[in-house]
Every structure is written in structure tokens, then in C-alpha cells.
């Protein structure tokens, strides 16, 4: 870590960490001293005279556990922090304090003795801050966790800016390691001990590595999102908050700020008219990506519309391009069209916005005791993000995601030309043509295929209604609309809103039988392509129904309910 320390002279450093020295043994007396170092703003490369020297000791045995020193060295003030090694420990590996005492190896430090010991505990401190930033990130992202792409960086930038929101004087102290003339030896220094940190945890499958990239595990999310993690990550900036204030004020540490005009006027900066200035730290969050077709784009990108026409499609000011509203009660979208040497794109623009109580009331009251549905805007982006990216992986035919701007929940993705579902279902009740409506059927069975190897992959749709399936010009079937979709959700959901929602494509003059053959047709293809039956036949239920039986004919919901809960009967007679 001594790398770090830019040397203003190194034979009076040499003498000053002599003194430091000398005096360290003073206080550990007949104990032995497990290692020491110097840190906070000297070691990150401040040398002005006015700046207090901090000292990290640690000895085995130390009675009292904690003790705080004053001295001056060499004309420079210091503070020397004496604690136990099984509490120094302790602070590192599990946060005792807050990280109060062990934080200082967060920065770039100047070990004075036993850097192997020290360089040790830094690894253990900043694997468990890795563990706990990772943990908030699921929290946060719950759906796009899976998908961000993390560099390094981020978890140092977060572990000092976490600090500075709970104790504003270390704002100084981060800005100070950010100095233009030594942040880069800084950042390489502090980075060092995170990278070792993070492939112990590739280890412990916590995470995987990929091209100086970061990603979650599923294994590691899933445990993350547990009520438990989520009640101890409530707790700990609170604990964190109290120590530092704790420490902070301790008698001695007030009465050398009485006598340091540098330290004090830290302080008397910090106010709620100037707190802004934690803003001047770099965004952590630029160092989180999320993958898109056109490359990764960092959680802070903030292009709008115009800017996506100009930066992602190329669009110079000459060239025609026209943005047009598209309709969405509940969400807003719009179609940009860009034309370049006489061919037009189309890209499909989704804004995000919170569902306000009047909005989603009747959704809720229509489907109470059945379905929830998530209503904030950066829940709703998080899963079209994170289900969308997942599907096109697998091989699926989804538009493909071009760009998002997390800040103000824009989504951006390719225009799928194509046949909406609704249009072949309506086809089949008043098409004379019996190849026609062959066909048509047919294209029903491959929808339910489909539905079964997304559910395959333990996806449930969430908001499975035919309009949200296209027919591409390639006759492949396009799934579209991920917002209300996710992991472990209700399958059963996914059949029941499809097939009662194309019985309300149906009018009251269509027979029975061609009801039959649409619900049966979707019900063979999700079944042949290893659909479970049960599945199918609990959209049978009252539960699923009911919430239909609003704007679909009675006689409909019945015959296809019928038919679903006969799913395991139809399947046999098929295979006979």
C-alpha cells in the first residue's frame, strides 16, 4: 500500500515514522504490537503542514480496548488510534464498529509495521463491503441485478461515498484521495485490495469475472433477496452512522480539533447550505452497466429522445426524423423514424411513469385476490429490461434493446414488424377459408410452445394477452411487453389472460366450435412442447376466471375453462 504515499521528502518521513514508532511501543509497553500504520489524508498524498497525522495501532492484548493518543511529531500534530487486535479484527471481518476503527484501510495507507497483517484485514474488510454493496444492488434492482455488469470501481467510489452521506466530514477526506495530482496512484492503491476480495468471492460463487467485469450469481441474489438480508442491511448504516459520530466526538479527538485549524475547519464547512459539495465525488453508479444490442450503457446515461436519434442512430442534422406518439394509457411510447440514402428505421421508445392510485385502482380491484401487478416506473423498466435481455439470449424473438436511460426510465428498442395475435384469432372465427384458418391454428400452437419453454425457463410473461405477441414477416412468433414479467411468477396467470383475453376477441353470434379450436390449439402446442398440464388446468379455476367474466361473454369463459381443466384428458386423446 506504501505505493500510494507520495514522498515529500523521504528523509524526514523516515524520521517522522521513527518517532511514531517509538512512541507506539510507549503504548503497547510489555504488549506486542500486531501492526500499525499511517492513514486518512497524509497517506493519500495531503503533506500540507496544517494536516493532522492519523496512526492506526494495533496490539495484542491492549487494556483499555480503545484509546486515542495526541501527540506531535516533528512539529506536525498527530492522532494515534491504540486498539485491541481481537477488536480491530472484529471491526474488519463483521463490522463491530462500523468500521469506525477498520475503515481507514478503505483508503490508501502507509504501513509502519507487519504489512502483511494489515494487507490481510484490508482483503477481509473489503470482501465483507463487497458483499453488503452487492446485496444493496439486489435489493435496489431486484429484476436487473441479474443483467448489470459491474467494474471495481464501483465498489470503491460506493464504500467512501457511503461513508461521507453517514459522516459528512469525510467528505474532505474523499475529495482529498480525488486530487488531480494523486488520485490515479490512489485508485490503483485502494483498487488493489477490492480485486483480491472479488476473486475470493468468484470462488465462494458469489459472483463470476468476466473481462474486468463484475456479475451476480443467481445463487447469491436469491439469498440477498430474503427477508433476513433485508432486515440486517436496514440496520447497519445506522450502526455505521452511530459509531463514527461516537468516535468522532470522543474528549480527546474534540479537544485536538480545538487546537487544529484544519480538522476544525472541516467541520464548520459541513452545512446544510453547502452539503452539495458530496456531489463533486464520482458517481459510483457510472461504473454499473447494463447490456443492451448496441453495446453496455452505464446506469447514469441520460440520453433522451433527440440524443438517441443523433448519438445511437446516427442522425445528422440534415436527416428527416420524425417522433410520433403511439398510444399507452398506462405507460407513454412513441415511434422515432429515421431515414438515411432512402431507408427508414424504426425504433420504439417506452417511458416508464409511476402508476398513480387512480390509474392502477381498477387494475388492482379487477384482479384482487389473483394477480398484483408492480406499478413503479423503475420496477416496471427493471423487468422489461431483465426478461427482455434474458429471452433474446435463450434464442427467442423479442425487439431487441437498444439503449436505456435509467434516470428517467427511457427504453429503447427495435420496431417489430408483424400480425398481431388478436388479428389471427378474430381471423379464425370469420375466415371461410379452411386452409386459411389451418394455418392459423397452427400458429396458435406454436404461440402455446412457446409459452412452455418460457416457462420452461421457471419466466412467467405476467402480461400474456394475445395483442403482446406478434407474427413476424419471418413468421416467427414475437413475444413483447416484459413489464409485468419475472422470475418464479404465476404461470397459470400467463394461460388464463391469454386464452379469456381471446375470448374477448369473440363476439356472441360465434359458435362454441370455434372456441374450442382456438383454446385447444394453444393448449396442444404448450403442452407437446412439455407444458405442464396442471398448470393448464388451474386456469380453469374460479380464481382465473372471475377476473375475466368482466369483458368476455359468460358462454366463452365457460367452454374455455372447460377445456382447460380437461387439459390432461385432451392430451391423451391426442396421443391415442
Same mark, same amino acid.
Given at each position: 500500500?506504501?505505493?500510494?504515499?507520495?514522498?515529500?521528502?523521504?528523509?524526514?518521513?523516515?524520521?517522522?515514522?521513527?518517532?511514531?514508532?517509538?512512541?507506539?511501543?510507549?503504548?503497547?509497553?510489555?504488549?506486542?504490537?500486531?501492526?500499525?500504520?499511517?492513514?486518512?489524508?497524509?497517506?493519500?498524498?495531503?503533506?500540507?503542514?496544517?494536516?493532522?497525522?492519523?496512526?492506526?495501532?494495533?496490539?495484542?492484548?491492549?487494556?483499555?480496548?480503545?484509546?486515542?493518543?495526541?501527540?506531535?511529531?516533528?512539529?506536525?500534530?498527530?492522532?494515534?488510534?491504540?486498539?485491541?487486535?481481537?477488536?480491530?479484527?472484529?471491526?474488519?471481518?463483521?463490522?463491530?464498529?462500523?468500521?469506525?476503527?477498520?475503515?481507514?484501510?478503505?483508503?490508501?495507507? @502507509?504501513?509502519? =509495521?507487519?504489512? *502483511? /497483517?494489515?494487507?490481510?484485514? +484490508?482483503?477481509?474488510? !473489503?470482501?465483507?463491503? %463487497?458483499?453488503?454493496?452487492?446485496?444493496?444492488?439486489?435489493?435496489?434492482?431486484?429484476?436487473?441485478?441479474?443483467?448489470?455488469?459491474?467494474?471495481?470501481?464501483?465498489?470503491?467510489?460506493?464504500?467512501?461515498?457511503?461513508?461521507?452521506?453517514?459522516?459528512?466530514?469525510?467528505?474532505?477526506?474523499?475529495?482529498?484521495?480525488?486530487?488531480?495530482?494523486?488520485?490515479?496512484?490512489? @485508485?490503483?492503491? =485502494?483498487?488493489? *485490495? /477490492?480485486?483480491?476480495?472479488? +476473486?475470493?468471492?468468484? !470462488?465462494?460463487?458469489? %459472483?463470476?469475472?468476466?473481462?474486468?467485469?463484475?456479475?451476480?450469481?443467481?445463487?447469491?441474489?436469491?439469498?440477498?433477496?430474503?427477508?433476513?438480508?433485508?432486515?440486517?442491511?436496514?440496520?447497519?448504516?445506522?450502526?455505521?452512522?452511530?459509531?463514527?459520530?461516537?468516535?468522532?466526538?470522543?474528549?480527546?479527538?474534540?479537544?485536538?480539533?480545538?487546537?487544529?485549524?484544519?480538522?476544525?475547519?472541516?467541520?464548520?464547512?459541513?452545512?446544510?447550505?453547502?452539503? +452539495?459539495?458530496?456531489?463533486?465525488?464520482?458517481?459510483?453508479?457510472?461504473?454499473?452497466?447494463v447490456p443492451t444490442a448496441t453495446g453496455l450503457v452505464p446506469l447514469t446515461s441520460r440520453v433522451n429522445i433527440g440524443d438517441f436519434a443523433r448519438e445511437v442512430l446516427s442522425a445528422s442534422e440534415d436527416t428527416k426524423v420524425s417522433i410520433e406518439k403511439i398510444g399507452g394509457v398506462l405507460n407513454d411510447a412513441f415511434?422515432?423514424?429515421?431515414?438515411?440514402?432512402?431507408?427508414?428505421?424504426?425504433?420504439?421508445?417506452?417511458?416508464?411513469?409511476?402508476?398513480?392510485?387512480?390509474?392502477?385502482?381498477?387494475?388492482?380491484?379487477?384482479?384482487?385476490?389473483?394477480?398484483?401487478?408492480?406499478?413503479?416506473?423503475?420496477?416496471?423498466?427493471?423487468?422489461?429490461?431483465?426478461?427482455?435481455?434474458?429471452?433474446?439470449?435463450?434464442?427467442?424473438?423479442?425487439?431487441?434493446?437498444?439503449?436505456?436511460?435509467?434516470?428517467?426510465?427511457?427504453?429503447?428498442?427495435?420496431?417489430?414488424?408483424?400480425?398481431?395475435?388478436?388479428?389471427v384469432i378474430r381471423r379464425i372465427t370469420e375466415s371461410k377459408n379452411a386452409e386459411e384458418t389451418k394455418k392459423d391454428l397452427n400458429t396458435l400452437e406454436r404461440v402455446g410452445e412457446t409459452f412452455a419453454e418460457v416457462h420452461a425457463l421457471n419466466i412467467a410473461l405476467g402480461d400474456a394477452k394475445p395483442e403482446n405477441?406478434?407474427?413476424?414477416?419471418?413468421?416467427?412468433?414475437?413475444?413483447?411487453?416484459?413489464?409485468?414479467?419475472?422470475?418464479?411468477?404465476?404461470?397459470?396467470?400467463?394461460?388464463?389472460?391469454?386464452?379469456?383475453?381471446?375470448?374477448?376477441?369473440?363476439?356472441?353470434?360465434?359458435?362454441?366450435?370455434?372456441?374450442?379450436?382456438?383454446?385447444?390449439?394453444?393448449?396442444?402446442?404448450?403442452?407437446?412442447?412439455?407444458?405442464?398440464?396442471?398448470?393448464?388446468?388451474?386456469?380453469?379455476?374460479?380464481?382465473?376466471?372471475?377476473?375475466?367474466?368482466?369483458?368476455?361473454?359468460?358462454?366463452?369463459?365457460?367452454?374455455?375453462?372447460?377445456?382447460?381443466?380437461?387439459?390432461?384428458?385432451?392430451?391423451?386423446?391426442?396421443?391415442?
Amino acid at each position: 500500500m506504501g505505493e500510494a504515499l507520495i514522498q515529500s521528502s523521504e528523509a524526514s518521513s523516515k524520521k517522522l515514522f521513527g518517532q511514531i514508532l517509538d512512541f507506539s511501543r510507549h503504548v503497547a509497553g510489555s504488549c506486542q504490537i500486531a501492526a500499525a500504520c499511517v492513514c486518512g489524508d497524509y497517506a493519500s498524498g495531503l503533506f500540507n503542514a496544517n494536516v493532522t497525522i492519523e496512526v492506526l495501532l494495533v496490539i495484542h492484548g491492549f487494556q483499555p480496548k480503545l484509546m486515542n493518543y495526541l501527540k506531535v511529531f516533528d512539529g506536525r500534530n498527530a492522532i494515534i488510534l491504540a486498539v485491541d487486535r481481537g477488536v480491530f479484527e472484529m471491526d474488519a471481518d463483521r463490522g463491530f464498529l462500523g468500521e469506525a476503527i477498520a475503515g481507514g484501510l478503505i483508503f490508501p495507507y @502507509v504501513p509502519l =509495521a507487519n504489512n *502483511g /497483517y494489515l494487507h490481510s484485514q +484490508e482483503v477481509i474488510l !473489503k470482501k465483507r463491503l %463487497i458483499r453488503e454493496l452487492l446485496e444493496n444492488l439486489v435489493l435496489d434492482f431486484p429484476e436487473l441485478s441479474y443483467e448489470i455488469l459491474i467494474k471495481p470501481e464501483y465498489f470503491l467510489y460506493e464504500s467512501m461515498l457511503s461513508r461521507a452521506r453517514l459522516f459528512p466530514p469525510m467528505i474532505y477526506a474523499v475529495l482529498g484521495f480525488m486530487r488531480d495530482d494523486v488520485k490515479e496512484r490512489n @485508485v490503483k492503491t =485502494a483498487l488493489q *485490495g /477490492y480485486c483480491e476480495a472479488l +476473486e475470493e468471492l468468484e !470462488k465462494e460463487h458469489a %459472483i463470476s469475472l468476466s473481462k474486468s467485469f463484475v456479475r451476480i450469481s443467481r445463487e447469491f441474489a436469491d439469498k440477498a433477496k430474503s427477508r433476513k438480508a433485508r432486515f440486517v442491511n436496514l440496520l447497519k448504516p445506522a450502526q455505521k452512522a452511530l459509531f463514527m459520530s461516537l468516535l468522532s466526538v470522543f474528549p480527546k479527538i474534540v479537544s485536538s480539533l480545538s487546537q487544529n485549524r484544519h480538522l476544525l475547519a472541516r467541520l464548520q464547512r459541513i452545512s446544510g447550505a453547502d452539503s +452539495e459539495i458530496i456531489h463533486r465525488i464520482e458517481d459510483p453508479q457510472k461504473y454499473l452497466y447494463v447490456p443492451t444490442a448496441t453495446g453496455l450503457v452505464p446506469l447514469t446515461s441520460r440520453v433522451n429522445i433527440g440524443d438517441f436519434a443523433r448519438e445511437v442512430l446516427s442522425a445528422s442534422e440534415d436527416t428527416k426524423v420524425s417522433i410520433e406518439k403511439i398510444g399507452g394509457v398506462l405507460n407513454d411510447a412513441f415511434l422515432i423514424k429515421v431515414s438515411t440514402n432512402g431507408e427508414e428505421r424504426k425504433v420504439v421508445v417506452k417511458r416508464f411513469k409511476d402508476w398513480s392510485s387512480f390509474k392502477w385502482f381498477p387494475l388492482t380491484l379487477w384482479t384482487v385476490g389473483t394477480r398484483t401487478f408492480a406499478v413503479l416506473g423503475r420496477s416496471r423498466l427493471e423487468k422489461e429490461c431483465t426478461i427482455n435481455q434474458l429471452l433474446f439470449s435463450k434464442g427467442f424473438a423479442v425487439p431487441r434493446l437498444l439503449y436505456v436511460n435509467h434516470a428517467e426510465r427511457l427504453l429503447f428498442m427495435d420496431h417489430v414488424e408483424g400480425e398481431s395475435l388478436e388479428k389471427v384469432i378474430r381471423r379464425i372465427t370469420e375466415s371461410k377459408n379452411a386452409e386459411e384458418t389451418k394455418k392459423d391454428l397452427n400458429t396458435l400452437e406454436r404461440v402455446g410452445e412457446t409459452f412452455a419453454e418460457v416457462h420452461a425457463l421457471n419466466i412467467a410473461l405476467g402480461d400474456a394477452k394475445p395483442e403482446n405477441t406478434l407474427v413476424g414477416k419471418g413468421d416467427e412468433i414475437y413475444l413483447l411487453d416484459f413489464e409485468q414479467a419475472s422470475r418464479n411468477g404465476d404461470k397459470v396467470w400467463d394461460i388464463a389472460e391469454f386464452l379469456y383475453y381471446a375470448g374477448h376477441y369473440l363476439s356472441p353470434f360465434v359458435s362454441v366450435k370455434s372456441t374450442e379450436l382456438i383454446a385447444e390449439a394453444f393448449i396442444d402446442g404448450y403442452v407437446r412442447a412439455g407444458g405442464d398440464t396442471n398448470i393448464v388446468k388451474k386456469a380453469g379455476n374460479p380464481k382465473y376466471t372471475k377476473v375475466f367474466s368482466v369483458f368476455t361473454f359468460p358462454h366463452v369463459i365457460l367452454t374455455i375453462s372447460n377445456i382447460c381443466r380437461k387439459a390432461d384428458k385432451q392430451k391423451g386423446q391426442k396421443n391415442g
